[in-house]
Nanobody, 124 residues
Framework: QVQVVESGGGLVQAGGSLRLSCAASGRTFSTYRMGWFRQAPGKEREFVAA???????DYTDSVKGRFTISRDNAKNTMYLQMNSLKSEDTAVYYC??????????????????WGQGTQVTVSS
């Protein structure tokens, strides 16, 4: 059974930083495709960033240059470093994973396992 658990959300002022973490268990972490999605109130869930098993990366345009996705296979953990946060980044952030697949994916259908989400609130 694969489990993914997010942590690190919170309240931050505009221009500030947060680092989200996602711990995955159940299978060999280094073989997972991993991704971050977010859902703001009244909006659909949207892609934020993804990282492949061999560290290929993809970002949605609105976070390029501000967010950095990374992974530490020794710790079975993925990270999302978020800098220069804006009020429009306020959302519940979800970690997602798929086992043994190459490349990244910017759609929800590219992932099988989801965390419960962590709230990020950016005050202006």
């Amino acid at each position: 059974q694969v489990q993914v658990v997010e942590s690190g959300g919170g309240l931050v002022q505009a221009g500030g930083s947060l680092r989200l973490s996602c711990a995955a268990s159940g299978r060999t972490f280094s073989t997972y495709r991993m991704g971050w999605f977010r859902q703001a109130p009244g909006k659909e869930r949207e892609f934020v960033a993804a990282i492949s098993w061999n560290a290929g990366r993809d970002y949605t345009d609105s976070v390029k240059g501000r967010f950095t996705i990374s992974r530490d296979n020794a710790k079975n953990t993925m990270y999302l470093q978020m800098n220069s946060l804006k009020s429009e980044d306020t959302a519940v952030y979800y970690c997602a994973a798929r086992y043994k697949v190459t490349g990244t994916s910017n759609t929800a259908s590219g992932y099988d396992y989801w965390g419960q989400g962590t709230q990020v609130t950016v005050s202006s």
